[in-house]
């Protein structure tokens, strides 16, 4: 028989998989959207790749949450898959997967469910291509084999048959001896994989997954509480199976399971650490690098200006707008190349703030590092980062930016980013509408992911949100937001796929700007180079929304990445990278999130570009 | 309040763990049973060390399988816990927890339960010892905290109480309201962890761990047959989704893949490659050293002899009953260091076996070397392990023997190891009774662990058995053993806990006699070096089995290991490390396993000992 494999069962690039399918002798491949999106070659382009390599398209897929929906869903579901269709015919792709719908509008309503896949079939037959129906053992509605085949029967259509996969059938333990009264022509496709019967139970949570108080999603300081009531007086005595703790460091895990308790004993007021002091903004962050060069290249093309410098120290202060950047080449810089070293969180009361770091066990960094210098207090977070506890130009206050020697330009606290930077002896003056810092993204070490987000959350006092996963070409990575009330401080902490992942994913500094087309043409000019987003991403945000005319043509032209939410709109686009650092230009009207639909995306470009311009 | 942690959440030997504890401001410990088993330190010193760092020993961890069993099995169970009472005398340690059992004889009577953790109580009051009964929340009857209580009401005793843990309470989505009920002076100790809300469902299960046929537990080729019987005649398609395949080498993972359908294809009758030829017994091992000497000198005191010398390679054989192994000091160990390179599998047809492997995609190595060899079917293991396809001094086939010419001593091709093994330059004659290789044990790459499974039980036609997790000091290993019908050839597959773990674990021989005290006594005279086993150990031996007198003191004197199963006992014992590889004396009666019961003790101890003795 003929042999195929899906694209996502690889790692790697699109190309990639195909030379190693080919290489291994299948005969075919089902090309998993997502791969096609991060993709730089054109769908003639991957169809010439496959015919040369001897591989034929046998699947395009997935395509979801197509039916058993309002009428108003539908039409727009149907002006996607006529967008798909387009795609599939320059790929030669003949047969989609279409999955059942896990959509929240889909309705129990098989007769509706079969009308619209007939009505999906009719376009499809328009464009020669067959379109496989499959029941996801999730499915809202339809999740046995048995029922989608029941649907596709009534809609009666040529073009219309469906997809078994042994997974979805053999998980839920159906029998598939009922595959027999379906007719063989109307299968159109099968897909098979294999799983560990893996006891996905309590048990298995308990031995592998447990951590650490406040780290995961249970009430521990609820059941304390009740515990407590009865007059209990024992220890807190922590008991945590967990397959990363076994492997990580012993001294950093005992510091963050003891941290894990003083906030549980805060929280059910049994302790009365000092109190949380949230930062309010950031004042700035601090790069090192062994080579100022490249970095202020970049921020001169940003639009930054040089306007001031260290008294004592090599580092100059960067800013536009209320976005300061730090460029430290002191000697340390060599040994660690281009990267985020530090945070100025602005904050109500520094040395409240340091209190309850130390109090909560971080380590309290000198206050002062040269007699000269206004006292800062700063702690370091689990990563490294060194995090400072700053007042800007608040009189009662000690001052850090006093430490700091105007060049010539934009005199110091100015509020006003229209055209107040001078000239600078790096970067030209021009406005890119950048005025703060929107986020940072800073790496974590592997094996200490949780012990970060606990810490953030427990002494910054900010937000944790929840984590996500995010394909990479070559492995899974996690994601986790922390964030202050308004949004004015947001970190987005992020690890990588495996322990010896570290440096492959960058730092990165987001700036946030009012107009980021604006600002991405505006860095091009001044010799700025943004990171190419495939054509194929833009091919799909066609089928996703609908914009205005001229608008799509401008992002891909740009390598804008779009996404909204419920609350708005987010566009935004990314330098190339310097050393371990790259900045990403953001806009975000309403928005809340981090543009995590984009990431993989944004990683597969990442690799392709492998574009390390200096550092 | 006071805090504590269980030594389990933590990395590490007993003593790191309880120093890490120590440094971030724990006020005491629980300590995990197997954390003291694997500990060189007595109880005493233990209790010592604790003292010093300022830590209490708040609990000891956990008593399993207790109550609400039948009579003789409690008799045994009453046994166990005096020799625990007793150790917990020594450590100072005045509270126990105990689990609520998942022993299949345990019955549903709650009164019995009371009844037994009743008696269990008055014997721990004599030792000053509070028992604290825990309901798991995958407990066989008793699985809620409430249900423990009503036990630990009903038993109503001064030494009995319950601990709570917020994990099983949690996860079960209990309502910790009802902990008003029970007497803060009943609840003997409280354990907190957090989760994550794992929807540990079908979802998950599909996006993480699906794997190739052949691979994971689904019939598979049954859902297969089913469609085929329909008439369906497009491709047979893999659809995978797996996080370690996301971040594998692409190339090897499509090669595996296609073994898979191969495979698949076969065993649903559609594709018959040429049928598997499964190996018949352990021809040799063969080892890599760049120097020969501390190879020599362990295989000498382990009764080897040097029987013969590769007519043209600087290869050679030493031997003792049918244990056959090379040593080969050619180039290329230069570069990777004392390891275990090729296996010899004795084959009833040695090309046919090449055609097999050949045909499921196994890496044909070139089957002469050198003009005068005898020429020999080879391919490659998934790990790079080269394997041989043998005859021994079979007429009808090449004879690899006979590219060996015999040395001064023992004659090739003897069965008699009754003192027919003449003296050497290295080791002298004496037995160990050592008559075959038992098993062989290979590290596998992180990446390839379930195609390592999938090779040898396809190209081989070897028997898969089930995966098992192995605690070890810094991690979570697994381990999956394949052997032929009679286990004349047993491999161990393991892999270590991270990507990065590829060196730590070594690979190793196991050397099967029939007296492993004997040849473990025989092994020291002549000079060699045991694995020092933690005298802990045998204390909890002595608790969980009887054995004849002095038969615990021998294996305590000698470092061997115990283990029994259904079918019989099994006792073991370890050599020094050398480069990469370390020997294994069993003496397995009738036993099925390969001690993974005991790997954690021993791994512990090789931590322990670090001892590299040379390579």
């Known amino acids: 028989m003929r042999t195929s494999i899906a694209t996502v069962s690889l790692s790697g690039s699109l190309t990639e998989k195909l030379t190693a399918a080919s290489r291994a002798g299948f005969d075919g491949v089902e090309i998993f959207e997502n791969d096609l999106l991060a993709s730089p070659l054109s769908p003639e382009e991957i169809r010439a790749r496959c015919a040369d390599l001897g591989l034929s398209i046998d699947l395009y897929q997935p395509m979801r949450d197509i039916e058993a929906v ?287 770091a130390e ?74 509408g950048v005025h703060r810092i929107d986020h940072l993204a800073l790496t974590q070490p592997w094996h200490h992911f949780d012990e970060a987000a606990l810490f953030h959350r427990s002494v910054l006092g900010l937000h944790a949100q929840e984590s996500v996963d995010v394909a990479d070409p070559y492995g899974l990575m996690r994601s986790r937001a922390v964030t202050n009330a308004d949004g004015s401080v947001r970190i987005a902490l992020g690890v990588g796929a495996a322990p010896t992942d570290d440096t492959v994913h960058a730092q990165h500094i987001a700036l946030a700007t009012s107009d980021v087309v604006g600002a991405a043409r505006r860095f091009r000019e001044a010799g700025g180079r943004l990171l190419p987003i495939p054509a194929n991403y833009y091919d799909d945000l066609a089928a996703r929304h609908e914009f205005a005319d001229g608008e799509l043509e401008t992002y891909r032209e740009l390598g804008i990445l779009y996404d909204r939410d419920a609350h708005g709109e987010f566009r935004h686009c990314y330098t190339m990278t310097v050393g371990r650092v790259f900045f990403e230009l953001v806009q975000r009207d309403g928005y809340r999130g981090y543009g995590a639909q984009n990431a993989p995306v944004r990683l597969a470009a990442q690799h392709t570009a492998r574009a390390v311009i200096g550092g």
């Open 70 to 356: 309002p009428a108003e869903e539908f039409a727009r579901n149907v002006r996607r898959a006529r967008h798909k269709f387009e795609l599939m015919r320059r790929l030669g792709a003949d047969t989609v997967l279409v999955c059942s719908s896990v959509h929240p509008l889909a309705v129990d309503d098989d007769a509706l469910a079969a009308d619209q896949l007939h009505q999906l079939a009719d376009l499809a037959e328009e464009f020669g291509i067959r379109v496989a129906y499959e029941a996801l053992a999730w499915g809202r509605h339809v999740n046995t084999y048995g029922h989608a085949w029941r649907i596709v029967e009534a809609a009666d259509h040529p073009a219309l048959g469906t997809c078994l996969d042994s997974f979805h059938i053999l998980s839920r333990g159906s029998d598939p001896k009922g595959i027999a009264d379906i007719p063989g022509e109307k299968i159109f496709f099968l897909q098979l994989a294999d799983a560990p019967l893996l006891a996905m139970d309590v048990l298995q949570w308990s031995r592998h997954y447990r951590c650490f108080p406040g780290q995961g999603g249970f009430d521990v300081a609820g059941l304390v509480r009740n515990v407590l009531g009865t007059g209990y007086d024992g220890p807190l005595s922590l008991e945590v199976f967990n397959d990363v703790f076994r492997q990580a460091e012993a001294g950093p895990t005992a510091v963050d399971a003891h941290r894990s308790l003083l906030v549980l004993q805060e929280t059910v007021g049994v302790a009365t650490p000092p109190a949380p002091v949230v930062p309010t903004g950031v004042a700035f962050a601090e790069l090192v690098t062994p080579d100022a060069e490249p970095v202020a290249a970049v921020l001169g093309a940003l639009g930054f200006a040089r306007a001031a410098r260290h008294r004592t120290k090599p580092v100059d202060l960067w800013q536009q707008g209320e976005a300061r950047i730090l460029v430290n080449t002191s000697g340390s810089a060599r040994r660690t190349g281009t990267g985020l070293a530090a945070i100025g969180l602005e904050s109500p009361d520094p040395a409240g703030a340091a209190r309850r």
């Open 359 to 432: 109090a909560l066990l971080a380590p309290v960094l000198p206050r002062r590092r040269a007699a000269e210098d206004a006292p800062l207090d700063a702690v370091a977070a689990p990563d490294g980062t060194e995090l400072f506890f700053c007042a800007t130009d608040r009189p009662e206050l000690p001052n850090w930016r006093a430490d700091f020697v105007d060049g010539a330009g934009v005199p110091h606290g100015t509020d006003d980013n229209e055209g107040s930077h001078g000239a600078d002896v790096t970067g030209g003056p021009h406005r890119t």
